[in-house]
């Protein structure tokens, strides 16, 4: 059953003109995206077009240059450390080395943002239940007491992605989801991507190299172009675009 | 001939006005940046939220994993000092100031600066290498996403663990130093436990065990603050990390000399009061 995503609606990111620079590295050069709730937008583009960076500024971990950066209505440059933190809680990154503390366990790692937040859930507040549901959400329920030097590059990935969902986010970032994993593994964590925003209802930014993930979980893609959003359609109709710089993506 | 044209040449390199300038800026930049993160650890130590549980286990780590290294440390330098020193006392006839004597030495110098010393080859290195591979993993900005401040986490329980704990470790190497005298003692000249620690105790005074007890609280400070930020501040990736231990070990135990050489300078001015 496909997404029902209602475009009429206030988009939960609104990224308009967006401009980011390293020194005399101009990496965004007015870029714009809008997503709504319920919709994963596959962001694509040459390795040091500035993906990461993108999604980096959506959360706050770098600052932006110029432009407007509105996340779940509320303008990020423009936020205090304690409205960042909150805005936060409801955003999801997760992370291309899947980033697990490595001197937790699977426990205490997806315990940590729960410690950090009770407030968010309210009387669902429960970290021994919630943790055993997140585990059951990515299949690696068996992993809980496990430390991170003792799971595969697959499994991390899993981890990682029950750890964000854990605070029950509206908007998921995921950067390089697939990256580093056999076909087989990279199928099974694009499926879970799709899986989540069909159970939660949530809005993700995935950034993929993988064609076949960017098929797979994207109701829309954008094709990341010098600092721009060069092309913006949906899977099919990327895949039969002339224009060299998208065909170099598809051949 | 061999050793003298390279360390001439090394000589003239450092001091040709672009390499000085260069070596200056750096050393300006760190000292700088590091001022900077000092003032942050003043200034974020105080508001809330406070991370209790993260400072105790970290006071774990840093006091108990170290225990055994200073311990044996300890012992061993005692047990040295005092045969070092015996022949010359006993030739003096002299030997009988042995407990004094190894008494002050042990708690006014030597536990505090070996004690040091081992803490930030031990301590240091390990907080720079965990911190700047947390870096390297991403682990930091994952801290940060999930709505942690990481410099209240990482660096605050970090810096304020070693404070309290390297104090600690330096009263445990001290009492555990005389006991190695003492042990000499008893066996080469029969001197009893009692008599060894009462003698020491009768000339050693409060002015020799505060002075001893605040140098070493920022002896703690220095070796945490240089390793968090060696450790935070760290780049060049995985290569970083060993760097940051490299560093964090290095710029620590010199800081230690330095702080010890003002603490003797400024207690040398109060006893003269």
Redo the contacts between chains.
């Keep these: 059953m496909s997404q029902v995503i209602d475009y009429t609606a206030q988009p939960i990111i609104d990224i308009e003109n967006l401009y980011k620079s390293f020194g005399k590295n101009h990496v965004l050069k007015g870029f714009n995206l809008k997503v709504w709730q319920g919709e994963n937008v596959a962001v694509m583009g040459k390795s040091g077009s500035g993906k990461s960076v993108l999604i980096?500024c959506i959360?706050g971990?770098e600052n932006i240059n110029n432009g407007i950066l509105k996340v779940l209505n509320s303008s990020i440059p423009e936020l205090s450390?304690k409205e960042l933190?909150?805005i936060?809680?409801d955003?999801g990154?997760q992370?291309?080395?899947s980033?697990?503390?490595?001197?937790m366990t699977v426990r205490e790692n997806l315990e940590?943002?729960l410690r950090?937040?009770p407030e968010k859930l309210g009387d669902e507040y429960n970290p021994e239940r919630l943790v055993k549901e997140a585990l059951e959400d990515v299949g690696l329920l068996n992993a809980i007491d496990m430390m991170p030097s003792e799971l595969s590059g697959g499994m991390k990935k899993r981890i990682a992605l029950a750890?964000t969902l854990i605070?029950r986010p509206k908007i998921i970032l995921y950067d390089e989801p697939t990256s580093g994993l056999d076909p087989v593994t990279g199928k099974e964590i694009s499926m879970l991507i799709n899986e989540i925003q069909h159970r939660y209802n949530t809005a993700s930014i995935v950034i993929t190299h993988d064609l076949a993930c960017a098929r797979i979980t994207s109701n829309r893609m954008v094709i990341l172009h010098d600092g721009k959003n060069y092309a913006e359609a949906n899977y099919n109709d990327l895949a039969v675009n002339e224009d060299p710089p998208v065909k170099a993506f598809f051949s | 001939m061999t050793i003298v044209i390279p360390v001439v040449t090394l000589f003239i390199y450092l001091l040709s006005e672009k390499n000085m300038i260069k070596v200056l800026k750096k050393f300006f930049l760190n000292t700088g940046e590091m001022s900077r993160f000092t003032g942050r650890y003043f200034k974020e130590v105080i508001f809330p939220p406070y991370e209790f549980q993260e400072l105790l286990k970290q006071c774990y780590f840093i006091g108990n994993k170290s225990f055994t290294l200073v311990a044996t440390t300890g012992f061993i330098m005692g047990i040295v000092i005092t045969l070092q020193t015996r022949p010359t006392l006993v030739e003096f006839g002299a030997v009988s100031w042995m407990p004094a004597m190894i008494g002050v030495a042990i708690v006014r110098e030597i536990g505090p600066v070996i004690t040091a010393l081992i803490c930030a080859g031990k301590i240091g290195s390990g907080i720079g290498a965990e911190l700047a591979s947390m870096k390297v993993t991403e682990q930091i900005d994952a801290m940060e996403v999930s709505g942690t401040n990481p410099f209240k986490y990482l660096v605050i329980t970090r810096v304020t663990a070693t404070t309290l704990m390297v104090p600690t470790l330096v009263i445990i190497s001290d009492i555990i130093s005389l006991g190695g005298s003492a042990l000499v003692e008893l066996l080469k000249g029969g001197v009893t436990f009692q008599l060894y620690f009462s003698r020491v105790f009768e000339y050693l005074n409060f002015g020799d065990l505060l002075p001893s007890i605040i140098k070493s609280f920022f002896f703690g400070f220095a070796i945490g603050i240089v390793g968090c930020y060696k450790g935070y501040t760290s780049t060049k990736g995985t290569e970083g990390v060993g760097l940051t231990a490299n560093q964090a070990v290095v710029v620590s135990s010199m800081l230690v000399f330095i702080i010890d050489f003002i603490a003797v300078l400024v207690s040398d001015i109060f006893y003269e009061l």
Excluded: T
């Excluded at chain 1, 980033?99 to 001197?103: I, P, V, W």
């Design positions: 980096k959360i971990l450390r933190d909150a936060r809680s955003v990154f992370f291309q080395g980033a697990l503390y490595d001197s940590f943002p950090r937040h750890r605070l």
